[in-house]
Nanobody
């Protein structure tokens, strides 16, 4: 089992920055892969970024060059630095963790990010 506690998010104007963090507790094997999804109103949840325990990263094309994912394995925490935010980045951001790509994911409670134009 893994528990994920998110923090950060909020309201920012377009072009601004926000940072999210997600602290995991529980079985560390289940946090080999960590990252963020987001869900905008009326849309499906989509992958934003993911990072492995070894530091390999993957980003959605829509956020490449603007968002940076990182993690502190000692703290079992993953971060998402979001710069040059756009209104279309608005949504609920969910932290996730899983042992392997095909394994079920554990989810955080979600945190709202709102970007005003």
């Amino acid at each position: 089992q893994v528990q994920l506690v998110e923090s950060g998010g909020g309201l920012v104007q377009a072009g601004g920055s926000l940072s999210l963090s997600c602290a995991a507790s529980g079985t560390m094997f289940n946090t080999n892969y960590m990252g963020w999804y987001r869900q905008a109103p009326g849309k499906q949840r989509e992958l934003v970024a993911t990072i492995t325990r070894g530091g390999n990263t993957n980003y959605a094309d829509s956020v490449k060059g603007r968002f940076t994912i990182s993690r502190d394995n000692a703290k079992n925490t993953v971060y998402l630095q979001m710069n040059s935010l756009k209104p279309e980045d608005t949504g609920v951001y969910y932290c996730y963790a899983r042992a392997q790509p095909t394994f079920p994911a554990y989810w955080g409670q979600g945190t709202q990010v709102t970007v005003s134009s």
